[in-house]
T-cell receptor
Framework: EDQVTQSPEALRLQEGESSSLNCSYT??????LFWYRQDPGKGPEFLFT???AGEEKEKERLKATLTKKESFLHITAPKPEDSATYLC????????????FGKGTLLTVNP | EAGVVQSPRYKIIEKKQPVAFWCNPI?????LYWYLQNLGQGPELLIR????????DSQLPKDRFSAERLKGVDSTLKIQPAELGDSAVYLC????????????FGPGTRLTVL
């Protein structure tokens, strides 16, 4: 059974204070690792898909990286509008192609 | 381009009453998913459709939950009868084909069962 563990559960940063969120996973044949952002009262918003170890993707202040066991979401010089819950999910060939999500990291960026 | 549309956004019902949620996926997306999200948790898959066919419904509680996707576009998820523990957010998502492709989510329906 696929498993995804995200840490920390909550992170509070000052505006401009860079940090990283962690997503550790156990799957039987990774097909893709996904990062989503979820604002209160809204559905998850797609950020990145990573397919193989060593892959990196960037979008504005966010950069996602992938190894064989974990993924990191690096946030550089965050702004208050980056405050949200960040969800990590994996899909694998052993789970009929469904997404298995972690519980998320609640990020708060104070001005 | 329009995203995934869901309605209603909020629903409050008494226990033992029926309830239905509607989803319209992104145009051209053959695969449609229904997820359940409890507070403080990530979404959990209930059912996945490829066109009209439910190809993965192993997580759907079939004694009270049912779903359909007539004509391979819109989908409806129904609960009958609802229980207190069904209170959650019900999310619909769609993708071009399979979970290896990016899934795009709708805003969800927040269900409260009293």
């Amino acid at each position: 059974e696929d498993q995804v563990t995200q840490s920390p559960e909550a992170l509070r940063l000052q505006e401009g204070e860079s940090s990283s969120l962690n997503c550790s996973y156990t799957v039987s044949g990774l097909r893709g690792l996904f990062w989503y952002r979820q604002d209160p009262g809204k559905g998850p918003e797609f950020l990145f898909t990573l397919y193989s170890a060593g892959e990196e993707k960037e979008k504005e202040r966010l950069k996602a990286t992938l190894t064989k066991k974990e993924s990191f979401l690096h946030i550089t010089a965050p702004k208050p509008e980056d405050s949200a819950t960040y969800l990590c999910a994996v899909s694998s060939g052993g789970s009929n192609y469904k997404l298995t999500f972690g519980k998320g990291t609640l990020l708060t960026v104070n001005p | 381009e329009a995203g995934v549309v869901q309605s209603p956004r909020y629903k409050i019902i008494e226990k033992k009453q029926p309830v239905a949620f509607w989803c319209n996926p992104i145009s051209g997306h053959n695969t449609l998913y229904w997820y359940l999200q409890n507070l403080g948790q990530g979404p959990e898959l209930l059912i996945r459709y490829e066109n009209e066919e439910a190809v993965d419904d192993s997580q759907l509680p079939k004694d009270r939950f049912s779903a359909e996707r007539l004509k391979g576009v819109d989908s409806t998820l129904k609960i009958q009868p609802a229980e207190l523990g069904d209170s959650a957010v019900y999310l619909c998502a769609s993708s071009l084909a399979g979970a290896a492709d990016t899934q795009y989510f709708g805003p969800g329906t927040r269900l409260t069962v009293l």
